[in-house]
């Protein structure tokens, strides 16, 4: 299974955009990157994914580099409820589940 | 459109006592999974049910069985509760087949506390 790192948290100011690296230097040609959050005391909640195009919809854009090695996320306009812990996760295409490693903290500041 | 629904949302267990936490949903998909989730770590997978009228063990099977019930309903019962099994649980479902992969949507967890 392809690694993933992360920071361990980050700041950023409501209604900038926040850009969430993840670096998977590892990855198989058949895995995907996807990306989950978690906000506190809820279960996770899947933001976006992507195999080597980007990608974007209603919340997020994912920017995967050429070689595939490392990919980001970007929340456009972020707001207070975008505080959460984000998780970048690689898994082969139609595998059954997911490892969820520490992700990194995000904190939106007023 | 509920999504993920888990019953309870909250237990509180005597070492030894038995439950089945509940997982429906209603997004009519194939695959089910049961995770749990200890402080300050990642979520880990306990079973999951590929479809209706099958269930495989995951990392930490140990001390759980399941149930798919129907393509809907997936539970989880704790025969014989034990301090150990105090966690948040997590129920996903996800769909099968299409284009790329499909996501897996996850339930608001049962906090279960064991004394």
């Known amino acids: 299974d392809a690694k993933t790192t992360q920071p361990t948290s980050m700041d950023c100011a409501e209604g900038r955009a926040a850009n969430l690296p993840c670096n998977h230097s590892?990855?198989?040609?058949?895995?995907?990157v996807y990306w989950y959050r978690q906000i506190h005391s809820q279960g996770p909640q899947y933001i976006i994914h992507?195999?080597?195009n980007n990608e974007t919809n209603e919340m997020a854009s994912l920017i995967i580099t050429e070689d595939r090695k490392s990919s980001t996320l970007i929340l456009p306009h972020a707001t207070l409820r975008d505080t959460a812990v984000y998780y970048c996760?690689?898994?082969?295409?139609?595998?059954?589940?997911?490892?969820f490693g520490a992700g990194t903290t995000v904190t939106v500041r007023a | 459109n509920a999504g993920v629904t888990q019953t309870p949302k909250f237990q509180v267990l005597k070492t030894g006592q038995s439950m089945t936490l509940q997982c429906a949903q209603d997004?009519?998909?194939?695959?089910m999974y049961w995770y749990r989730q200890d402080p300050g770590m990642g979520l880990r997978l306990i079973y999951y049910?590929?479809?209706?009228?099958?269930?495989d063990k995951g990392e930490v099977p140990n001390g759980y069985n399941v149930s798919r019930l129907n393509k809907r309903e997936f539970s989880l019962r704790l025969e014989s509760a034990a301090p150990s099994q105090t966690s948040v649980y997590f129920c996903?479902?996800?769909?099968?087949?299409?284009?790329?992969?499909?996501?897996?949507?996850f339930g608001d967890g049962t906090r279960l506390s064991i004394l």
């Open positions: 590892t990855i198989s040609g058949n895995e995907y």
């Open positions: 049910s590929a479809s209706e009228g099958t269930t």
């Open positions: 997004m009519n998909h194939n695959s």
């Open positions: 996903a479902s996800r769909r099968r087949g299409g284009e790329g992969n499909q996501p897996q949507h």
């Open positions: 992507g195999l080597k």
């Open positions: 996760i690689v898994r082969p295409l139609g595998d059954y589940k997911l490892s």
